[in-house]
């Protein structure tokens, strides 16, 4: 008797990039509202609550909103990319801003990139 | 001969115990900041033989807060910490940077009577990058310390007194903002908050004092001892330290410092140069002496003491 195999399905690294970029900004966002400052938690609510409602109600919102998020984390990453080159060639005395742009914030910067071109190149299959 | 002989062994017997009572009080106070300011402006080490170059990073802050913890329970009391985060200055910032972090030193010595109410001297040890920052303000905290050691022995305190160290103030008086905002959420009943930033400069050697925003009740304590010590004092309005935090949450405060708004202030303030072989110390006592009266005061009588008497 023959087996029939199924190849396995193949890894939906957009639906990965997304998740992780969610939930990384909504972190941002609790932290920043619970200091008094709710724009991240409004721009965080909206993509969410925009995806869950335009999953099953417009495809078009849904990829509409997939590609804002992408170029949101693109931009994100590419503007603090830009200030860390910027800031080796130009040191400032700002400890906080300087230590915003040390090794770890780097990385962020970087993940950031690569998420947001992760979730720009999503198409429909993927969902949260 | 014997009986001179016993008076001599008397004379040298009372000297005995009154010089290490008597005399050593009478020292301590510029031999404990002095010690104080070399050691958190790298001037030496304590026994965990750090040398603190400033008070900047997070580790070089965290080194100079358990120095400071050292002090406290030397003289009585129990350090707490205040960890705390802020918002950046500008909420558009918040979409790129992470919040400020940091944490202010506090601890309370309490009154003797029942008392709600609390006069809360604080002083920022942080220092600007780079920099040891010994006049800023390695001697505010030196001149708390000094202060303290007096209200210590005062046996009739009718008020709580909360010292503080404020982190961040280097970077927009983020630590006593934040220090502000705890004090309003725990509902503490402040009586007055006095802040003291570089009280190590007097160029011109007249010994002068800038009172900073002084709120009209605290005026005529400070101005009763200044007479009296013949100390010139003078009002400013202006100035970017830590009472500005406190003036915005609507506490009675005042600043003191050396004559900034005059400027004869430390001229080495904000760079590598702000070293201990720059602090007047004779200055700073003087004004340690002017503080320590008039908290004194404060706690051990009625506001209105000098608007009556």
Same mark, same amino acid.
């Given at each position: ?128 | ?75 009585? #009391? ?10 950046? *200055?500008?909420?558009?910032?918040? =979409? /790129? &940077?992470?919040? @400020? ?97 570089? #009280? ?10 800038? *009172?900073?925003?002084?709120?009209? =009740? /605290? &005026?005529?304590? @400070? ?87």
């Amino acid at each position: 008797m023959s087996q029939i195999s199924y190849p396995a399905p193949p890894i939906n690294w957009s639906a990965i990039g997304l998740w992780i970029s969610l939930l990384f900004w909504i972190k941002k966002a609790v932290t920043y509202a619970l200091l008094g400052r709710f724009w991240i938690l409004g721009l965080v609510m909206i993509i969410a609550l925009g995806l869950i409602y335009s999953q099953n109600h417009g495809q078009k919102l849904y990829r509409f909103l997939l590609k804002s998020w992408g170029i949101y984390l693109i931009a994100w990453g590419l503007a603090r990319t830009l200030l860390a080159v910027l800031m080796q060639f130009f040191p400032i005395s700002d400890l906080h801003v300087s230590q915003n742009f040390n090794w770890v914030g780097n990385l962020y910067s970087v993940a950031s990139l690569v998420l947001g071109f992760l979730v720009f190149r999503t198409d429909r299959r993927s969902t949260i | 001969m014997l009986r001179t002989l016993l008076i001599f062994l008397l004379l040298v017997f009372l000297l005995g115990i009154w010089y290490p009572i008597f005399g050593q009080q009478a020292q301590d106070l510029s031999f404990t900041q002095q010690d104080i300011v070399a050691y958190l402006s790298g001037e030496k080490t304590a026994n965990d033989r750090h040398l603190l170059k400033a008070r900047t990073t997070a580790a070089e802050r965290r080194i100079a807060r358990l120095y400071l913890q050292g002090w406290m329970e030397e003289l009585q #009391v129990k350090a707490q910490e205040h960890d705390y985060l802020q918002p950046n *200055l500008h909420p558009a910032m918040d =979409f /790129l &940077l992470a919040p @400020y972090r940091g944490t202010n030193l506090y601890g309370i010595l309490p009154a003797h009577t029942e008392s709600p109410e609390y006069v809360i001297l604080g002083a920022h040890y942080d220092s600007k990058l780079g920099c040891p920052g010994a006049v800023d303000n390695a001697t505010g905290i030196a001149l708390i310390f000094g202060v303290l050691q007096k209200l210590v022995r005062i046996e009739q305190r009718r008020k709580n007194v909360l010292i503080v160290f404020f982190d961040q103030e280097e970077e927009e008086l983020i630590g006593s903002t934040a220090f502000a905002q705890f004090l309003q959420r725990e509902e503490y009943d402040v009586h007055s908050v006095h802040t003291f930033d570089m #009280v190590g400069w007097d160029g011109d050697g007249n010994g002068e004092v800038e *009172l900073g925003a002084p709120s009209p =009740f /605290l &005026l005529p304590f @400070y101005e009763k001892q200044a007479e009296r010590l013949n100390i010139p004092v003078y009002i400013s309005r202006g100035g970017s330290t830590d009472y500005q935090s406190f003036l915005k949450a609507g506490y009675g405060v005042i600043g003191v410092n050396e004559a900034v708004s005059k400027g004869d202030f430390s001229p080495y303030k904000d760079t590598p140069e702000d070293t201990y072989d720059r602090v007047n110390f004779s200055y700073l006592k003087q004004v340690t002496n002017f503080v320590s009266a008039t908290i004194s005061d404060l706690i051990t009588k009625e506001d209105d003491y000098y608007e009556s008497n």
